[in-house]
């Protein structure tokens, strides 16, 4: 479900048409919704609000401070992990109360920066790590509070790097020695143990891998409870899926709430979900226009004006976005909603970049309505992981970032100049 709509033959964000925004800040350029990233958000809120659960918005999938500003004010808690998110979510309005801290590679100074600010709780990927918290915390004359996160050895069947609870990843504890780790430091001084976290991947298509990790997570507090640990609250992470292809790839929240409810109602600890592609994906588009066509052996390429830089996720996850353009032939005009088909007189084609690689593409061996240089291309579901994971390779100033709240938009992140790209450096 998304606010990107073709109205009288021309794609639209929510009340605005693409092609304005195109010509008024320049392409490439990230375009959101703030109608759709609040109803994704309120969707997965209203889903598990049976459990009453915290919603942390898992920052790194879209930090812009003011779409976590639209979050915050609807009542979202955050996810960071690092120093720089945590500022990020503080900067937007974050209520610290509500954010809670992940990574497995906390630095002393970001463990000092989330204590002083009084974050939630850490979560907390290895032994050593709860040694460490419980020392900063001591020097600083502070109980720190933390979920240890568990590895629960389930195949998420994601992308093997973005699988993260399977045996041998980097993430987490491993389940049979989660016991053993909570006996060994029952009793720090300045670290308290009181939730358990996993996050098994991202994205994830099914619910049986949140099933699994979720019954045996459950049966682990159940252990712990036994043994006289007090379990306060169960971190069930995010991965939820969204549409790359068509509006029915993914399951809505609502389906992994109904499989997942049953499992965590009636518990005495309570819920929190991270969340970040599913309450974001769908909620923004890349916008770039063709600057040229050629054809080299049998392929036929469309050159545009975004490349690897603007949106790595198709040569680094192998992963697919719809791409359609913004004012196709009538033949070719979509329905209201976008979604996978075959163009009408179409072609068989790569959507690359400009960047000095054959990794710099959006699509491949793809069949797209014939396009000419100029023509703008909507490049959907790009709202997670999308601007986030954006650098100034070839020395590209990173695209500019859109709001667009019913008739109108704001430009929420300037594009970058030529001076931002050497303003760090010292001659
Ligand atoms: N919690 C933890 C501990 C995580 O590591 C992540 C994502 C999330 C929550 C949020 O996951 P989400 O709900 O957004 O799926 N760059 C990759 C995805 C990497 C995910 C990293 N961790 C991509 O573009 O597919």
Not at 12 to 17: A, D, M, Q, R
Not at 406 to 420: F, H, N, Q, S, W
Request: with cysteine.
């Amino acid at each position: 479900m998304d606010f990107f709509t073709y109205q009288n033959g021309e794609l639209y964000c929510e009340g605005v048409p693409a092609e304005k925004i195109a010509r008024e800040v320049g392409t490439p350029a990230y375009v959101y919704s703030k109608a759709t990233l609040l109803h994704h958000y309120r969707q997965v809120a209203d889903a598990f609000n049976p459990v009453n659960a915290t919603i942390c918005y898992s920052i790194k999938s879209c930090g812009n401070i003011n779409l976590c500003k639209a979050l915050a004010a609807e009542g979202c808690g955050f996810d960071v992990t690092s120093g720089g998110e945590l500022f990020r979510a503080l900067q937007a309005g974050g209520d610290p109360k509500k954010m809670i801290y992940a990574g497995v590679g906390k630095t002393d100074d970001e463990i000092r920066e989330a204590l002083n600010v009084g974050i939630a709780a850490f979560n907390i990927e290895s032994e050593e790590e709860i040694e460490n918290i419980d020392a900063v915390a001591g020097s600083l004359g502070k109980t720190a509070v933390g979920a240890l996160r568990i590895n629960p050895d389930v195949d998420a069947k994601t992308h093997v790097k973005t699988t993260t609870g399977r045996k041998g990843n980097k993430f987490g504890v491993d389940i049979d020695r989660a016991e053993g780790v909570f006996e060994k430091y029952r009793n720090l001084k300045h670290l308290r143990i009181g939730g358990l976290h996993l996050h098994i991947g991202s994205p994830v298509y099914e619910i049986q891998p949140y099933v699994d990790a979720v019954t045996k997570a459950i049966a682990l507090i159940d252990r712990l409870t036994e043994r006289g640990h007090k379990i306060e609250w169960l971190d069930l992470g995010g991965g939820f899926a969204v549409n790359y292809k068509n509006p029915d790839q993914a399951l809505p929240v609502t389906e992994h709430a109904k499989a997942l409810l049953p499992l965590l109602q009636g518990k005495p600890y309570r819920i929190a979900l991270e969340p970040g592609r599913y309450i974001v994906g769908n909620a923004g588009i890349l916008l770039t226009r063709v600057l040229y066509r050629k054809a080299s052996g049998s392929k036929q390429f469309v050159i545009v004006d975004a490349g690897m830089n603007d949106l790595i996720r198709p040569t680094l996850y192998e992963s697919y976005h719809f791409i359609w353009p913004t004012k196709p032939d009538a033949a070719n005009v979509l329905d209201a909603r976008h979604e996978e088909r075959a163009p009408v007189n179409g072609e068989t084609v790569d959507v690359v970049g400009p960047i000095c690689e054959s990794g710099d593409f959006l699509a491949k061996d793809r069949p797209l309505p014939h396009t000419r240089r100029g023509d703008l291309l909507s490049v959907f579901t790009a709202g997670a992981y999308g601007f986030a994971m954006s650098s100034n390779y070839n020395n590209r100033p990173r695209a500019p970032e859109v709001l667009v709240d019913g008739e109108t938009y704001k430009v929420i992140r300037r594009r970058e100049t030529y001076e931002d790209l050497v303003a760090a450096e010292r001659m």
